[in-house]
């Protein structure tokens, strides 16, 4: 880029449209050292009630310098903001946080872990003989294999189910593949 070249600067000023919540703006007329926003309000009566109420015991020892503090604090909660937050709406944020279940929310609901169930199971002995059955297989005379074949073919096998076309070309690889095996 050139030294010539005009360099593009790109502001956005939605946030200067935003009117803020003052009190002590009418028209043309302004209160002394106003607008207070929320903040400032809370400050003000807050803090002095608490240093009406208190100064009994801080006048004598501290003359002052709690109400210039005070005061300072209103001028200080002027503009603050809280990650480009007002305090009021952080303070608003943090207390939603807090009630919000631990686990968070799934589908607006709160996400708990489902209830325990108690296992139960049961379970047989049996008695065995004591020829265990592999003990008794090999026992047997070599010829049992032979008949038990003969016995199987002997049977009547039940009909083969009618093939029905497959539906889709993944069934059909299924039953080629089942054939082939």
Known sequence: ???????????????????????????????????FNAVQ???MSIGGLALVRTA????????????VLWVAALFVSRRHKVAGRTPVGAAVGVGARLLQPGGGRIGGRAARDRRTQILTGTFTLQT????????????RPAAAPVRRAARRAARPQPAAPAVRRPLSPVQAALLAAKEQI
């Open 56 to 67: 009994a015991y801080w006048w004598s020892w501290l003359g002052p310098v709690p109400v």
């Open 41 to 43: 309000i809370g400050v």
């Open 128 to 139: 065995l003989t004591r020829e265990t059955p592999a003990v008794a297989e090999a026992a």
């Open 1 to 35: 880029m050139s030294a010539a070249e005009p360099v593009r600067t790109v502001r956005f000023y939605t946030s200067a449209r935003r009117l803020p919540w003052v009190i002590g703006k009418f028209a043309d007329w302004k209160i002394p050292f106003g607008p």
